[in-house]
T-cell receptor, first 112, second 116 residues
Framework: LAKTTQPISMDSYEGQEVNITCSHNNIATNDYITWYQQFPSQGPRFIIQGYKTKVTNEVASLFIPADRKSSTLSLPRVSLSDTAVYYCLVGDMGTGRRALTFGSGTRLQVQP | GAVVSQHPSWVICKSGTSVKIECRSLDFQATTMFWYRQFPKQSLMLMATSNEGSKATYEQGVEKDKFLINHASLTLSTLTVTSAHPEDSSFYIC????????????FGQGTRLTVV
């Protein structure tokens, strides 16, 4: 399984754009990149998923360069409620081992 | 998105007793379910993978006789912590995948277990 590396923590202010980059140098051809958000004492919540290039949904954008060895989660105009831990996961859900392995995550603190 | 529900949300039990945690997929059939454990300020650690109708596959270091997993149907998996001890106190989370080829896992809200 591809190992991921993320910053342990980040600080931001309300209204700013936050970009969290994840490194996954040994990503395999069949692997997808998925980001989850977790609040204290809650299960992870799916944010966005991509395979290559750029993906955008109503809450975030995911940028994946051509070599796919890294990815960047972009949160536009964060608010206090975006304070959480963000996990980048890489895995192949379609065949073989399908469990998602969690790395250390990035603890985002949004200040007023 | 699909909903995965865990029950109970929290439980307190005495040392030496057993506790069962249920994980249900409410609006889809889950071919595979996963159980994680999370200690305070730490990441989720995969405990086991279970497929409906077959034995669970445990991660290295996880005692299968202590953490009994039963995936009896496509919508229900249970984790039983047997002879619980205070060191088993943790946050237990399940997740589920609907079918082969699906790339999104849906997570339950978690169960806080406290062994006293």
């Amino acid at each position: 399984l591809a190992k991921t590396t993320q910053p342990i923590s980040m600080d931001s202010y309300e209204g700013q754009e936050v970009n969290i980059t994840c490194s996954h140098n040994n990503i395999a051809t069949n692997d997808y990149i998925t980001w989850y958000q977790q609040f204290p004492s809650q299960g992870p919540r799916f944010i966005i998923q991509g395979y290559k290039t750029k993906v955008t949904n109503e809450v975030a954008s995911l940028f994946i360069p051509a070599d796919r060895k890294s990815s960047t989660l972009s949160l536009p105009r964060v608010s206090l409620s975006d304070t959480a831990v963000y996990y980048c996961l890489v895995g192949d859900m379609g065949t073989g081992r399908r469990a998602l392995t969690f790395g250390s995550g990035t603890r985002l603190q949004v200040q007023p | 998105g699909a909903v995965v529900s865990q029950h109970p949300s929290w439980v307190i039990c005495k040392s030496g007793t057993s506790v069962k945690i249920e994980c249900r997929s409410l609006d889809f059939q889950a071919t595979t379910m996963f159980w994680y454990r999370q200690f305070p300020k730490q990441s989720l650690m995969l405990m086991a993978t279970s497929n409906e109708g077959s034995k669970a596959t445990y991660e290295q270091g996880v005692e299968k006789d202590k953490f009994l997993i039963n995936h009896a149907s496509l919508t229900l998996s249970t984790l039983t912590v047997t002879s619980a001890h205070p060191e088993d106190s943790s946050f237990y989370i399940c997740s589920a995948i609907e079918g082969p080829g699906d790339t999104e896992a849906f997570f339950g809200q978690g169960t806080r277990l406290t062994v006293v």
